[in-house]
């Protein structure tokens, strides 16, 4: 197969005709680029296959409109309505009761669907010119670093799925959080680009799921994406190191092999004679994938507070170290 690359309102129309004939196509949003299909079981089939991805993880379900989640859900609450007036278009992601034409394969056989009106414009003017709602999970080959551009998603599924559009780099950079509000009251799925302190500010306490924190149980279904499996990792080791910086830098230095670190900016300067790859918020998955060009045999990341965008960050960094740990 070879992929095309799309941009420009030419590449819009381009990928509303080839997803509307049930192909997949990247497209970005705000927060990653996703790999985009219309709701029928071939097309996710399409999906699944050139990402690699599990069939038991579920894709979110993409609208133009937030008022288009009443088409998808049912039993929708106010609470919902409010955070849509709140929130959308952006990085939020809501998991309510599915209506029935939603397919099982969008939702990996769950009774509920995951839905988000995302805020790219490029994105919406594709699902508005495809003329129906389209599901879609990152576009990188299962358990990769996310894509924030174009060009990451080439690196990953070139010739694996049928067009690319380009529509600049993603300004958020972490995937949109995921809020369950089935439940006696709303649970944190996914730490993202909406906080937990944000989202508090609007409706009042927020449970977080196990999963936030911690490695969720491989016999369990995941009731929403990216809870289940390893994800985001470079090809390089990497484990999370915490404690104190000159400890942590005397621990780096002490290990055999050539290592590295992976920090925020502002301690950067406090791994002197480490290779180090910097990161902020908004590039952290680029700075994943920058770890696997640099000859490294693993790598010691640092993880922020948990607060704020800093959960996202260190939900994110414990899943591509398959949670694995050293604490000085």
Request: with cysteine; glycine share 8%.
């Amino acid at each position: 197969m070879t992929t095309k690359r799309l941009s420009g309102p030419e590449g819009v129309a381009e990928a509303a005709r080839l997803l509307a004939s049930g192909e997949a196509v990247a497209i970005p949003t705000e927060t990653v680029y996703g790999l985009a299909c219309i709701l029928t079981d071939e097309a996710v089939a399409r999906v699944y296959a050139a990402k690699g991805r599990p069939s038991d993880n579920p894709l979110i379900v993409h609208i133009a409109e937030p008022e288009e989640l009443h088409a998808a859900a049912l039993d929708v609450p106010e609470m919902a309505d409010v955070l849509a007036r709140r929130f959308w278009p952006g990085p939020l992601t809501l998991v309510l009761p599915k209506r029935p034409h939603i397919p099982a394969s969008v939702t990996a056989g769950l009774d509920t669907v995951a839905a988000r009106c995302p805020a790219h414009e490029v994105c919406r003017a594709v699902i508005r010119a495809t003329g129906q709602p389209l599901a879609a999970p990152s576009a990188n080959c299962s358990g990769s670093p996310s894509p924030t551009t174009a060009r990451h998603v080439l690196d990953d599924l070139d010739g694996r799925v049928a067009a690319v559009l380009d529509g600049g780099p993603c300004a958020v950079g972490l995937e949109s959080t995921v809020l369950s509000l089935t439940g006696n009251r709303p649970r944190l799925l996914r730490p993202g680009g909406v906080t937990r302190e944000e989202l508090e500010a609007v409706i009042g306490p927020v449970e977080a799921d196990k999963a936030v924190f911690s490695a969720p149980d491989a016999r369990e279904t995941p009731s929403a994406p990216g809870m289940k499996y390893r994800h985001y990792a470079p090809n390089t080791p990497l484990v999370i190191l915490r404690g104190p910086v000159k400890a942590a830098r005397a621990y780096a230095l002490a290990q055999p092999g050539r290592c590295g670190v992976l920090c925020m900016e502002d301690e950067a300067a406090a791994f002197e004679g480490l290779p180090v790859v910097q990161y902020t918020y908004q590039t952290l998955f680029n700075a994943l994938r920058r770890i696997d060009t640099i000859g490294l045999e693993q790598v010691f990341a640092r993880v922020p507070e948990p607060t704020g965008i800093g959960l996202a960050v260190a939900n994110r960094l414990q899943k591509a170290a398959g949670y694995k740990k050293v604490n000085i």
